[in-house]
């Protein structure tokens, strides 16, 4: 890892050098694998980007305590103690347990990475060593919830961004989540939360989609402090995503 002395005041992407070592062992073409990382750090090379551009692969070790300021202390147990020391055959059936999840006995130690990468990233912007950064890693975060893997994701690595950045010195968060499905995992966290403006543009189809939330619909803005907090728009036409993003 770059000391603070060796950082450039530029434009820093960040990657998790050990997300190959997570990936789907009982379907072999899973489209979340590591080719996704590789194929895009490729195209930023190839394009030129990254030799203007901060390019890191080493963070600091995560405080598995910082876990516990997004997630319940059951959830974070449950992947740190038991999940880390599974065999392949326990942990595809601990997998059961959730919605679309799978681990090898590596993926919390990415997972884990992963968020390292997020966190140092955003108190690195906070306290003004950069003035912006990227993180392509890997497992995805927004599924993750208060107390749950979802959706290929084990750890919601947006809110510990956020969390990291509060940690810092950071009073307001504004989360932009563009995704064909909706956050369901970061809306959850932050959804009494008005520290946090959560933004969500997803495609729902009245529900038929994934992850079949009513959650996921215009009219969940939050309760409590976090009232108006979360906005969701929902698209129920596919072409209008396609329209939206592009």
């Keep these: 890892m770059l000391s603070d002395g060796a950082l ?6 960040g990657f998790n050098k050990d997300q190959h070592l997570h990936k789907n062992t009982t379907c072999l073409e899973h489209p979340e ?6 194929e895009c750090r490729a195209i930023l090379h190839d394009s030129g980007l990254l030799h203007v551009c901060q390019d890191l692969e080493d963070f600091p070790a995560l405080d598995d305590l910082d876990l516990r ?3 319940s202390e059951g959830h974070v147990n449950k992947l740190l103690k038991e999940a880390i020391s599974m065999n392949q055959e326990a942990l595809n059936r601990l997998c059961e347990d959730y919605d679309s999840v799978f681990m090898t006995p590596h993926s919390v130690e990415v997972a884990k990475s992963a968020v390292s990468c997020c966190r140092w990233l955003a108190e690195s912007i906070v306290e003004e060593k950069i003035p912006n950064g990227f993180a392509l890693v890997r497992p995805p975060g927004h599924h993750a919830g208060l107390s749950s893997a979802c959706g290929f994701c084990l ?4 809110a510990q961004a956020a969390e990291a950045a509060f940690n810092f010195g950071a009073d ?3 989360i932009v989540d563009l995704d064909v499905h909706h956050g369901n995992g970061t809306q959850q966290i932050f959804y009494e939360d008005n520290r946090v403006l959560y933004f ?3 495609r729902y189809q009245a529900g038929n989609f994934w992850p079949h939330l009513r959650e996921s619909d215009f009219d969940h803005i939050g309760i409590h402090e976090g009232t108006g907090y979360n906005v969701n728009v929902p698209l129920n ?3 209008l995503f396609f329209f939206f993003l592009f």
Excluded at 155 to 158: E, L, M, R, S, Y
């Design 155 to 158: 750890f919601n690595n947006a």
């Design 69 to 71: 300021q997004s997630h």
């Design 200 to 202: 969500s543009v997803h």
């Design 33 to 38: 694998c590591p080719n996704r990382i590789e």
């Design 237 to 239: 036409e596919v072409h």
């Design 172 to 174: 307001r968060i504004l």
């Design 8 to 13: 450039q005041y530029k434009t820093t992407i």
